[in-house]
């Protein structure tokens, strides 16, 4: 038996994650002090209720309302309550008295990163986040140190597990959005406002994340171009499926060079939107609540990291690695690294970006329409690659007077793009716009 | 423009990996300073024979034959030579001299990772190794940091680009191993001695690497049983397809609980060896040189980490990650973590390991040969769970007096299958055994 030093960890928040936490933390206690090189004493755990009922019985002597004095003290803290307050302030206040802090909260991170990094820095304190990146799946430290070597190019990420869950259903099974959401909100991979989800809100927060990462830059949420689910159709999905693709929500953190005069000048975009996804392509193949993220780097080559994007004791895992590392780095010595954002690249607007585009537009039925229709992409600096023309009356049925027209486009500017959509739906012979996509990861 | 703190880094070896390396070092030298808050100094380059060609041109000062006075004064030590000797005496050198070590060298560490780790340990410095695993994947840190607060179940590797190249275009082709192997070397994805590929040792070495990091105990390469995939033939390969899996060398590391009296006791497996895998298991979908690790563990489910498992420059980025890292530890102060092996779990012998079988038979075509077989089987506790007769002559041909007999077993153990192989093998209505392979994954 080793006699090892003992570190005072405190939890704030004991809900799906901060229970499975607290569980693992007592029941694995020998075992996870033999990884840490250091015991881990649980010292308290911090709730706004200490009668509410919980996924897991943890010890009632544990429970309490103070966490300003269950902070005081304690080498390291876990963060599991969410939302900005007043989790922000236990973070800084845990900062500044030395301890370590781990937290799973994407939102605070996404907002108030820079003041939470900075405040670390100054003590020389670590703060420890992989399970608000992805939930379960290790991608913070490959991203900050695997790779730190090298030149990530691009990130497409599947990092919602809610959505996904979603858009596959729709896909394997022609079902509505509204049908396979209901669906969700009763097996619990919905939230009763599923807003922060479809929104594309929870996307958005960890794509800031990402892309921070991965271009060693501070990217505030704002800069983050978000577009959530709800548009998507049934009838979308089925002309998807046709086409060879899935639709899924992406997050897109891309390096963009060349910009500007300067052929050498950097720039970034990040950007969560539903997009279309060739069959092929290892991302399509991710199922259900399942998340992955799939990265592009200069000299590593294409990578993908997959598994279990979010569920309380998945993410516990994270969180208890994120446990370990603090303690090793207690016993250590040193002071934390921090974040690595001195390459400090500007982010760029939406209208920058430059993606290939699927237009379906529902045009009249008459000559002329096609020319008319390759006479308004030209004009506006879209070519087109692919048309096809669908949903012309069956023989014997009677014209609706209508014809659908597909058109894959080569690669545009999103703001060439947006104007000349704008100029189609103006147009005499364009009845309706029916839906613009891009088309990600070829 | 910040003035870093100058580390003085020695590359030892200036082959396909150790040329990329050494080029990246010089040409995104400010960008790497940046990511590791410190200016890397590329202070020489340890080769054989200064005047070789190189795949990436070097500046000549730089190279040098002396490699013991190179590291003399080093901050990181970068080894790329490959072997055990004199890699292993300059990576102690360099430890007791108070540097940091960096190496890709599988064989070493799967061999004399022990003394390595005990010499850091003593002196306080870190040794990283994130490209003696699975080449670009990141995975060292995922298994070592990531999940250190969690429980692997098993890993299923495939870990060796050369096999899996030559396996996948034996079932996507249908092609012999003699001609794919030859198209390999060609390629140069395969050695003029392919040996170490083939033969399973190279994929061997990572699986004691990959097993001492999951399951927090040293694994010898001892320890390790390893088969090849000489054994796969083409017609293996289509009655595989046909049964809808593929044959996949794997890397399989494995925790046990339970053994003899004590259902808590625990120990592991570690092995390598051709394995039929489900065609709908994410591992199936690995094609080509590509690697991927399928990690299960107790709390985040199932993970996979997907990339090049090879490749000069891709297995330069790890190398690279690997630097910035043990330069960050130097700024950031503070001793080297060590591996942990605490946990000190026995490993077992591949009688003891318990799996799925296929059993292919060439049998006698007449009654009652199901019936003796069966018998055989259950005698030596093995359960039969399906069976499938197959290849008897179409209608019209003449009878070769032979039938095919395909069974799929219940989990058996190793050992019982063994004896009732050699039972089977020695019997009357069996002519011949085809083939036994184990199924994993499912």
Known sequence: MIDYRRLRVALLGAGAVGSQVADLLLTHSAELADRAGAELELAGIAV?????????????ELLTTDAETLIVGSDIVIELMGGIEPARGYILQAINSGADVVTANKALLATHGVEIFDAADQVGASVYYEAAAAGAIPIIRPLRDSLAGDRVQRIMGIVNGTTNYILDRMDTEGAEMADVLADAQRLGY?????????????????AAI?????????VPLQAVHREGITSVTKSMM?????????????????????????PAAEAISVRVYPALVARSHPLASVHGVNNAVFVQAEA?????????????????????????????????GGVGVGESTRAGLPTVDIGQVVTRYQITLEVRDRPGVLARVAGILSEGHVSIATVEQSQQPAAGEAGTGFA?????????????????????????????VVSVLRVEGD
Do not use: N, W
């Not at 706004?48 to 009632?60: F, G, K, Q, S, T």
């Not at 919905?190 to 960890?206: R, V």
């Not at 990402?210 to 501070?218: E, K, Q, R």
């Open 238 to 262: 089925d002309a998807a499926r046709h086409a060879g693709y899935v639709i899924k929500l992406l997050a897109v953190c891309e390096r963009l060079t060349g910009r500007g005069d300067d």
């Open 190 to 206: 919905a939230e009763a406002d599923p807003t922060a989800d479809i929104e594309g809100y929870d996307a958005a927060q960890k």
């Open 300 to 332: 590593a080559g294409d990578l993908m990291f997959y598994g279990a994007g979010a569920g309380g004791v998945q993410t516990a895992s994270a969180v208890l690695g994120d446990v370990v590392s603090a303690a090793r780095r207690h016993i250590a």
């Open 210 to 218: 990402l892309a921070s990462l991965a271009f060693h830059t501070t």
């Open 404 to 432: 659908r027209l597909v058109i894959g486009t080569h690669k545009a500017l999103e703001q060439d793009l947006s104007e000349t959509v704008t100029r189609l739906a103006a147009d005499d012979v364009v009845e309706r």
């Open 48 to 60: 706004r209720d200490v009668h509410a009922p919980r996924d897991v019985e943890l010890p009632a």
